[in-house]
C-alpha cells in the first residue's frame, strides 16, 4: 500500500539544525510531488513547502524560506526536509504528506497520503 | 500570506447537518478551485476528505460535501455521526506553488 514513514523524534538545542526524513513506498516516488507541513502543539496546521520527485523543483513558504532545505534521494525513495537555525518557536510535529494529481497528471494542490508525523523538541 | 479563516468551533447533534466556513480572499480560495479539507484526530496525522473544492477520495462517506461562493469554501457533514468529532482544516492554492491552511475547526457531536 501506498505510504510514508518519517524519520523518528528528535531534540535539538536552540542554533543547532534537524533533518527529518520520508521515505516513501507503494508508488513511483518521481511522479509525485512532496509538501512538508508542521504543527505546534495546539496549534494550526502549517505549510511549509514542497519538492517535486521528480526534478528537485522546490518550492518554500516565505516564512521559512531563509533557514529550511529540501532534498530527496530517488534512488531510496526519501525526501528529506533540513530545518536551520532552530528556536523554541520550532518544536512541533512534521508532517511529509504527498501530493495528489489527477488523471491527467495534473496537480490538484491536495496531499493524499501523509506520513505519521516527526517530533522535533527544541531545548536548551 | 496569512491563514484562512475559520470558525474556531462548530457543533451538532447525531443526525443533523453541520457546515464549516473558511474564509479567503479573491487571491486565494477565491481565485481557484483549488481548496481542499483534511479531518485531524488529536494525536494523528490529517486525512483528506475533499478536494478541488467538492470532490471527495475514494473511501470518504459521502456525508461529507464540499462547496465554494466567492472567496468563501464549505465544508458540510450530513448526518452527523460520533466518529465525526474531529479538527477540521482547509487548504487554498495561492498562486505561484504556495499554499494556505486555515486556522482549524474543532467539530463537536453533541
Known amino acids: 500500500q501506498v505510504q510514508l514513514v518519517q524519520s523518528g523524534a528528535e531534540v535539538k538545542k536552540p542554533g543547532a539544525s534537524v533533518k527529518v526524513s520520508c521515505k516513501a513506498s507503494g508508488y513511483t516516488f518521481t511522479n509525485n510531488a512532496v509538501h512538508w507541513v508542521r504543527q505546534a502543539p495546539g496549534q494550526r496546521l502549517e505549510w511549509m513547502g514542497w519538492i517535486n520527485g521528480g526534478n528537485g523543483y522546490t518550492k518554500y513558504s516565505q516564512k521559512f524560506q531563509d533557514r529550511v532545505t529540501f532534498t530527496r534521494d530517488t534512488s531510496a525513495s526519501t525526501a528529506y526536509m533540513e530545518l536551520s537555525s532552530l528556536k523554541s518557536e520550532d518544536t512541533a510535529v512534521y508532517y511529509c504528506?504527498?501530493?495528489?494529481?489527477?488523471?491527467?497528471?495534473?496537480?490538484?494542490?491536495?496531499?493524499?497520503?501523509w506520513g505519521q508525523g516527526t517530533t522535533v523538541t527544541i531545548s536548551s | 500570506q496569512s491563514a484562512l479563516t475559520q470558525p474556531p468551533s462548530a457543533s451538532g447533534s447525531p443526525g443533523q447537518s453541520v457546515t464549516i466556513s473558511c474564509s479567503g480572499t479573491?487571491?486565494?480560495?477565491?481565485?481557484?478551485?483549488?481548496v481542499s479539507w483534511y479531518q485531524q484526530y488529536p494525536g494523528k496525522a490529517p486525512k483528506l476528505m475533499i478536494y478541488e473544492v467538492s470532490k471527495r477520495p475514494s473511501g470518504v462517506p459521502d456525508r461529507f460535501s464540499g462547496s465554494k461562493s466567492g472567496n468563501t469554501a464549505s465544508l458540510t457533514v450530513s448526518g452527523l455521526q460520533a466518529e465525526d468529532e474531529a479538527d477540521y482544516y482547509c487548504?487554498?492554492?495561492?498562486?505561484?506553488?504556495?499554499?494556505?491552511f486555515g486556522g482549524g475547526t474543532k467539530l463537536t457531536v453533541l
Open positions: 504528506a504527498r501530493a495528489r494529481y489527477d488523471s491527467s497528471g495534473y496537480p490538484t494542490y491536495a496531499m493524499d497520503v
Open positions: 479573491s487571491s486565494d480560495v477565491g481565485a481557484y478551485n483549488y
Open positions: 487548504l487554498s492554492y495561492t498562486g505561484s506553488d504556495n499554499l494556505v
